[in-house]
């Protein structure tokens, strides 16, 4: 990436970078967005010109930006987006990838984009407010007594996040367990028997709307065989927030700390206290 300058046109092509870009204090310099960015809520006024994996290069041209950013998604660039990234950049267009991989990867990213942007002041700012927020988080909860958590995405078939996962990494923070970490897949589909011998202490589901609450009121039939039926530890989580790595993730982590700190109480009201791991 090659810059003479702070950016001052930047096309966003996923919804996580445009929160960050938001946060950044570079929401003004924001001329186009990939088509899920709704948050914040200037960013649905904004040009729709594609998403990250099908690259539009002419719409992305069309709004003449400095810079495009875009998720890696792990490979830097993926095949898909080799072709059409290498004509933006034959265009004079810079390109910027972003992968962050833990929740203290999302302040330094939102700093980075603040001295990209020329907007450094207002970019830490943000930063270290999440980072002090974190910080309190794995104060308050990470060695209190594990809570052993089968986190559920989505329902036929239902799957979760392996230890790898950035949601994992959340949960790692409040104190909980991912009973799910060590298989290899990054979404690992998992089946009813498979939640039922790991038998977790809190379900968690991500997703706030009627049908998951309904997935996740279906594991009440198993109680009391299935522990966090039984406790009655059964909780929904913002998608939007929990699922894309910007600072709305940190902020939902506070809330799922919250259910597993209720989960612990329950899980250990029979017990006495443990000493901190």
């Known amino acids: 990436m090659q810059l003479h300058g702070p950016v001052q046109r930047v096309v966003s092509l996923a919804p996580h970078l445009t929160e960050m870009l938001f946060a950044a204090g570079a929401g003004a310099r924001v001329v186009g967005v990939d088509q899920h960015s709704d948050y914040p809520a200037a960013a649905r006024a904004l040009p729709r010109v594609g998403d990250g994996l099908r690259i539009d290069v002419e719409r992305i041209l069309s709004v003449k930006p400095d810079l495009v950013v875009l998720w890696s998604y792990g490979a830097l660039p993926a095949a898909s987006q080799k072709q059409p990234l290498q ?21 330094d990213e939102i700093g980075r984009f603040g001295r990209i942007m020329g907007t450094a002041g207002a970019a830490d700012a943000a930063a270290d407010r999440l980072r002090h927020k974190l910080q309190d988080l794995a ?6 007594r594990p809570v052993r958590v089968f986190y559920q995405i989505g329902g036929n078939p239902a799957y979760t996040v392996n230890g790898r996962s950035m949601i994992s990494h959340a949960l790692g923070i409040c104190g909980g367990v991912n009973v799910f970490a060590a298989l290899r897949p990054t979404s690992p589909i998992v089946g009813t028997e498979n939640v039922l011998v790991a038998n977790p202490q809190a379900i968690i589901a991500g997703g706030s709307d009627a049908q998951s609450r309904n997935r996740l009121a279906a594991w009440k039939k198993y109680a009391p ?7 009655g530890n059964l ?7 929990m699922h894309r790595p910007g600072p709305r993730m940190i902020e939902e982590t506070g809330q799922l700390c919250e259910y597993l700190d209720q989960a612990r109480q ?10 901190p791991r």
């Open 87 to 107: 004509q933006l950049q034959d265009m004079g267009v810079a390109v910027y990838y972003s992968h962050p991989a833990q929740l203290s990867d999302i302040p």
């Open 139 to 144: 104060f308050r909860y990470a060695a209190q």
């Open 225 to 231: 065989g299935l522990a966090a039926a039984a406790l």
């Open 235 to 241: 909780w929904t989580v913002d998608a939007d927030r």
């Open 266 to 275: 329950r899980a250990y009201a029979d017990s006495a206290p443990a000493e």
